[in-house]
């Protein structure tokens, strides 16, 4: 089946630990996104990718960083300058007006 | 200001209601309007999108976009307990790569 794949569902990091959620497409989708999803706030791009090789930094791109290595994978790493990391996170690709979602990794500091 | 403006609600309906969600935005360029549904822990999906001006049907649902106002809805029709969930709107230029999505509301239909 086609789709998004996100791992790990449920991710804890300490404070002061880089930590990366995988995103894997098999839509053969040229573009992808990260977005944070808070409470009350909708989704807000983190980063975004067009093409192999190639990203753009979204709304609230500090403290997160990506790559774009493989047109099927975009992980994203939340570094420990990110002050505030426990939220939803969701990939997603499109190739025109629709995107399509993962299932989002929930991520909390302990 | 935010470039669109949505209400988080709650909204809560009995079930056969008729269900009116809206958005509002601000940027005159946004050309592709879209609905997404989310249920709890999941991923958005796409219910329906629109260009530019008119409406929209699908089944129970109706997208409609009036531009000149700068106000989407999107109306349920007998409205389901299936229904609930967290309602998304969101916006894009022609040819851009940014979706700009509202906070969403969340519904609750009662059985």
């Known amino acids: 089946d086609g789709g998004i794949t996100q791992s790990p569902k449920y991710l804890f990091r300490k404070e002061g630990q880089n930590v990366t959620l995988s995103c894997e497409q098999n839509?053969?989708?040229?573009?992808m996104y990260w977005y944070r999803q808070d409470p009350g706030q909708g989704l807000r791009l983190i980063y975004y990718s067009q093409i192999v090789n190639d990203f753009q930094k979204g709304d609230i791109a500090e403290g997160y960083s990506v790559s774009r290595e493989k047109k099927e994978s975009f992980p994203l790493t939340v570094t420990s300058a990110q002050k505030n990391p426990t939220a939803f996170y969701l990939c997603?690709?499109?190739?025109?007006?629709?995107?399509?979602f993962g299932q989002g990794t929930r991520l909390t500091v302990v | 200001q935010k470039e669109v403006e949505q209400d988080p609600g709650p909204l809560s309906v009995p079930e056969g209601a008729i269900v009116s969600l809206n958005c509002t935005y601000s940027?005159?360029?946004?050309?592709?309007f879209m609905w997404y549904r989310q249920y709890s822990r999941k991923g958005p999906e796409l219910l329906m999108y629109?260009?530019?001006?008119g409406n929209k049907e699908d089944g129970r649902f109706t997208a409609q976009v009036d531009k000149s106002s700068k106000y989407i809805s999107l109306f349920i029709r007998d409205s389901q307990p299936s229904d609930s969930a967290t309602y998304l709107c969101a916006m894009e230029e022609t040819g851009g790569f940014k979706t700009i999505f509202g906070a969403g509301t969340r519904l609750f239909v009662k059985a």
């Open positions: 997603a690709s499109s190739m025109t007006v629709e995107a399509f």
């Open positions: 629109t260009y530019s001006s």
């Open positions: 940027n005159s360029a946004f050309q592709y």
């Open positions: 839509l053969n989708h040229d573009a």
